[in-house]
């Protein structure tokens, strides 16, 4: 089986982790190999949070520079952050939702123009997914559910050697119950919120 | 998580290293663990503190990593398995019992388990440990994996017991927080209760008896080598005149590089899992044979040099590379597969596989999103009165290791020193003593924890020697940078009677200290007073701002302060000293308008304080 490999960037409090952990467990359900690794340390304070998922055989749960199959940015700064990730041929879902750092609330930097991060990742990537994952979990009646949104928007791109019931399997073992209805309509809602711009 | 516990032989689960640790040691039978936490380990300590409610295991939070080490020693001489883990500079301040306890050895198990943080992602340095092992003669097991780290320390656990020695299970950060596929175990029981024997030639380290101990040390060596050889954990994969020897982290990365590059077949790679001793003969036969060999381990030449050793004990005289090849494999950081890949290609010399990595080079500039103090950080409040006290006079900040060193950060910038746990109130008398005609003053921080953990034999000191300083204690009442483990500070009411708060006034009191005043930072103007005060103090000064985490009441007591703050644009003068002073991460500038994000406001009110034209109140409710 052809390796694939999924780098997850966000800021803390998004929920990247557990969104590489759901897949991790997704691909187990599936019997197919699995290797995750996260970054913690001082991630929690505001800073960038970074995880893994590298499904397919290969044994290393890093990812270097240029070797990203997929790009999961749920913050469009971050993508930006992320793309000596990727390689040509690699599919990125942005959520074009931004979380200025201190440094651009604080006016000491300033945030590039947000509008036009998807078309600038489109000319790097050969696939650009974006979607406001944060407008589409408050839809869904979950806010925190951003990272069911990405997971939607990733299984949609058919990029993935894995089936949807492994996906909300994961989801229902995974996740809290008195959220689960609601995660699984932000998983649902990112399917089709990514559908329908293929 | 009580799949750690409840998961039954042959079961899998998709496991942290850390938690794959936690399950290894429930599956040797672990009666005792004692641990200071510290990253990247912190995990192993938070479970097993957790899971003890439900397993036969009992555990506690110790001040320090010097004392956990001696607590689980204590344990493993009276019979018991027993672990503690650390972060590797813990393992610094935990030196000085294992350098003995080798010596002594145990009597019944006890695994040290040490997380390594190469590349430095939350620590002050990436000090190899594997020199440790070697240092003090204690067997030391390196696993790669999840499945690794389980494995391993069920191993460990039982070469502790049957050679009488503690031992060593060295991870690092990926290895630590990897997670992978683990196939359950399993699992003993734990002994839970033993009887001390005495045996005072054995366990009290007089020169006489040590004499005797070192040569019994070297005799379990010996032992410990012959498991080495015969160890399922030091394994040859794949085959070929041309070898690779590795371990830890940098074992999956030599393996794909290998498939990746078509070198199967050409390459064999020793993997290596028992560390120390090293497999001395079965490395011999690795060499030999072989036209050249590579070593590839992060940090320091620690294998490569051993392995070169052999090499010429053997007579062996090929080629073995390790650090400095193809200008890549460097003492620093880590290293990710691209890097191993390309240091074995052109070892090897083959065409290496170039990703086709995007020019990013017409990217606009990227602002920094670093870490900062959360929003209603008690530790933000205090810094802010410091340095309102510290106008004016010419003050030295010497601080310490927690959270509260993002202090470091524009615009606070209360960190002039920071060198390891405990040192803010040592570093003081010295610094103290060379300027002590210059004028300046020194006012140091620290945090309750850091406090408790290696702080107080500072303050003994500075008493004793009459150091004239002031020490701030930043007391939240918890160790929050490692994720919210109790500390000795914590609230009487939260510790439910299954253990005892210390009173860090009393203590401040009790080590002879005069000037003690305990501040709510939350009330700026009397802390900045209160600071003030013990800067003009003609002595050693101590100041406990004391103040909860918000972080730890929301998640451990699911309280929340219902009220937000707002800013009144009417009122506001766009002076921005909430943002150039304070700076609070809820506040953001929205087209020159300065909001805040209702989102992070922690109600604190503290900015209210802060604002010169009293432009922030409660935000009306929707």
Redesign the interface.
Known sequence: MKTVRIFFTG??GQGNVLAS?LL??AA?LSNI????????????????VESTAVIGG??????????ADILMAFEP??A??A??K?????VIIVSTAPL??????????????VKGIPD?LAA??ARVVSLDARKEAEKAGNPLGVNMVMLGALFATGALPISKDALTEAIRKGTKPAFLEKNLACFERGVETASGRK | MSILLNGKPGE???LMGNEALVRGAYEAGLDFASCYPG??SSEVSTLLFGLQKKADFYMEFATNEKVATEAAAGAALAGLKSMTALKHVGLNVAADPLGTLSYMGVRGAMVIYNADDPGM??SQNEQDNRYFAQLFNVPMFEPS?AQEMKDMTVAAFALSQELGMPVIVRST??VA?????VVFGPVSPAKKQTYFERAPKDLVSLPANARVMHVRLLERMKNAAETSEKSPFNRVEGEGTLGVITSS?S???V??AIRDLGLSGKVATYCLGMTWPLPEKGLARFLSGKSKVLVVEELEPWLENAVKAVAQAHGLNMPIRGKGTAGLLTRLSEY????VRAAIAEYFEVEDI???????SD????????????AGCPHRMTYYAAKKAAEGLDVIFPNDIG?YT?GFMPPLQMADTVLCMGASVSVPAGLGYAVRESGQKILAFIGDSTFFHSGMTGLVHAVFNNHKFTLVILDNQITAMTGHQPSPAMDPQAADGNLTPVDIEAVARGLGVKHVQVVRPTNLKKTTAAIREALEYDGLSVIIAREPCPLSVKRHLGKQKAVKFAVDQEKCTKC?AC??TF?C?A???DNETIRIDPTLCAGCAVCVQVCPAHAIKPAKAD
């Not at chain 1, 190999?33 to 960038?48: A, T, W």
């Open positions: 800021v803390g952990k991790g467990e187990l190999p699995v290797v995750l690794s996260e970054i913690h340390g001082m991630s929690q304070r505001g800073g960038v290969a044994l290393s749960p890093v990812i270097a520079d240029g070797e700064l971050e930006l952050r793309l000596r990727i390689h040509r041929k690699s200025p750092p201190s440094s651009v609330a604080t006016g000491q930097c300033a945030y590039p123009d600038f790097k990537a | 899998k689960a998709l990253t990247p992602f939350s994996n950060t990926r927080h990897m997670r992978g596929p982290a074992v999956p990365y393996l794909d990710d597969p691209a890097l170039f990703p086709d990595k995007v020019d990013a990217c606009p500039p990227l602002p920094v999103r670093p870490p900062s103090l959360c959270c993002l921005r943002i150039s700076a991460p506040f953001f500038v």
